[in-house]
């Protein structure tokens, strides 16, 4: 898929995978990278009977970054009674809907000011000037616990295995960008452009066909400038 080079590749993920089950060719796995594991793209990719597999973005909290903390992960969610209860025990006593940065929906859940203003954690859940109390945003159930599993399965020592699968893509595109100009083109306009990215994937088809067919031994991971000057 050829696109401009202001589309986010993540955009095209859905439409992709469209084109492939349309084809009668859909992965049952989908090894990305960082930007594609969104929430939404996971829930969206599972409706199409596709798994992502990738590291998810990280959580960039004060929380998650200071010890003894709590996080949004450490509060338990009932999402049929549509309330959240805290690490200290305490219930939120609102639900509201809400439509998040990214136009995308999402809850807030807001706690008393009568149970986080004197509780003996507070310095460790919020840093809200007194009296004001501990919040916590939320993506509707299904990206919630969808984001929650890709997370659980990416510090797995399973999920880490499994992640090294990937390798064999960057290669991929290493060698189409070194070997074959993937990284610029030679014509204007979507349609010649996307032509030629074409005809370069066919191509590294063909050479990777040949060297099989013919003994060629593959080539081991290139060792950068920088990592050739560590010693051993």
């Known amino acids: ?53 990738g590291p998810t973005r990280p959580n960039v909290t004060w929380q998650t970054k200071t ?9 338990t969610v009932d999402w049929e009674q549509q309330h959240v209860t805290c ?15 990214d136009g995308h929906p999402v809850f807030k859940a807001r706690f008393s000011t009568l149970d986080c203003g004197p509780c003996a954690a507070r310095s ?18 299904a990206q919630y616990e969808a984001l929650k599993n890709a997370r659980a399965t990416q510090v797995s020592a399973e999920g880490k295995q499994r992640y090294q699968r990937r390798a064999g893509i960057e290669g991929t595109l290493s060698q189409g960008v070194r070997a074959f ?29 040949i060297n099989w067919l013919t003994g060629v031994p593959r080539a081991k991971t290139r060792v950068s400038r920088l990592a050739a000057l560590v010693p051993d």
């Open 67 to 75: 010890v003894d903390a709590f996080d949004f992960t450490q509060f």
């Open 181 to 209: 100009g993937l990284r610029q083109t030679r014509y204007r306009g979507l349609t010649k452009t996307h032509l030629q990215n074409t005809a370069i994937a066919a191509a590294m088809n063909f050479e990777r066909l």
């Open 87 to 101: 690490p200290q025990g305490k219930q939120s006593i609102s639900w509201s809907p809400l439509i998040g940065q």
């Open 1 to 53: 898929m050829t696109t401009p080079a202001t589309v986010h590749e993540a955009n095209c993920t859905q439409e992709i995978h469209q084109a492939l089950i349309d084809k009668e060719l859909p992965p049952s796995e989908h090894y990305v990278d960082s930007a594609y594991v969104d929430a939404h793209l996971l829930v969206e990719a599972q409706a199409q009977g596709i798994t992502i597999v």
């Open 124 to 141: 460790q859940c919020t840093r809200a000037k007194l009296p004001a109390a501990r919040s916590v945003l939320l993506m509707p159930q």
